[in-house]
């Protein structure tokens, strides 16, 4: 048989055969064969296009996203300190307004990558662009990251800003004792409330759904954490609920960071809150994408 890309004597070429077009898996020329990724390993091109995806939406409206939360946060402070600050009051040896300026800090980071993550699937579960997310070739494992990462990046904008903000209260000292507890609680923090809010942006089928975990499970946890007093006030009955609060552990090995003390112990107490947060988050997780990887609720 005369090669195809070679010319005839006139000049003219020989016919394309369908044999010489294919290749032996049957697959057109210049393509992979079927059922072989062209993509292996890591998309890290399609994961940093999520992530900025992300980025950008909450950084659109950073009015609402970022300098808002900061804002409630101060108003959080300057209402309990009015309230609760009079008179010189000191709470595990500083003033009252020092001792509440790190639970605020990190109860904001945490309801904040909450909101961000809530909001990213049912939006697009909402507006029928759901398919923008679930057709591009992101594994469920990349999917969850770049979700997770964006909430995390927004936390730590809203931290830095409600800190700095606090920084220069009147009565306010954020003296750093620890600063690996600070990231690591913080980041943890970040992390905890980011899955739970990826979970419930996959379960919720409209923004009520979102509205009532937010308002009737995220807010109490937070509020009822430690952020505002010491649980060795409470009845022993309520010291339990409290310790079975894992916002509790959050809450109070951030404020170890600047304090250097906090209700949970001493500073072995405190490494192993550390330890079971990080296992907390890994079966969250775990959890999280096996919801992924099943489609439920996303794919039927």
């Given amino acids: 048989m005369a090669d195809p890309a070679s010319a005839t004597s006139n000049g003219n070429r020989a016919p394309v055969t369908q044999n010489t077009a294919r290749d032996k898996t049957g697959t057109s ?30 950084l659109k409206v950073q009015t609402q996203t970022i300098w808002a939360p900061a804002f409630t946060t101060l108003l ?7 309230a ?58 990349e999917l969850m990251t770049g979700i997770l990462a964006a909430a995390i990046t927004r936390a730590v904008a809203v931290g830095c800003t409600v800190a700095l903000a606090m920084a220069l209260w009147p009565g306010v000292s954020l003296s750093l004792a620890h600063g690996w507890a600070i990231i690591w609680f913080g980041l943890m923090g970040s992390l905890m409330l980011a899955t739970l809010g990826l979970a419930t942006s996959v379960w919720a089928e409209k923004f009520d759904h979102n509205a009532a975990i937010t308002n009737f499970i995220i807010a109490p946890l ?40 906090s209700d949970i112990g001493d500073g072995g107490a405190v490494l192993a809150a550390a330890g079971g947060l990080l296992a907390l988050n890994v079966v969250l997780a775990a959890a999280v994408y096996a919801l992924l990887r099943s489609g439920w609720k996303l794919k039927s």
């Fill in 222 to 261: 937070s509020l009822l954490s430690g952020t505002f007093y010491v649980i060795e006030n409470l009845d022993p009955a309520f010291q339990w609920v409290s310790r079975a609060n894992p916002f509790f552990y959050v809450i109070s090995g951030f404020r170890y960071g600047f304090l250097g003390q």
């Fill in 76 to 82: 959080f402070l300057a209402i309990f300190t009015v």
């Fill in 84 to 141: 609760l600050g009079r008179e010189g009051r000191e709470v595990l040896g500083v003033p009252f307004a020092s001792f509440v300026a790190p639970g605020l800090i990190v109860m904001g980071m945490m309801q904040n990558a909450f909101a961000n993550s809530s909001f990213s699937l049912l939006s697009g579960k909402m507006q029928g662009t759901i398919i923008d997310l679930l057709m591009p070739p992101l594994s469920p494992g």
């Fill in 29 to 58: 020329a210049g393509f992979a064969p079927r059922g072989v990724p062209v993509i292996t390993g890591v998309n890290r091109v399609g994961l940093f296009a999520l992530y900025m995806k992300e980025v950008r939406r909450f």
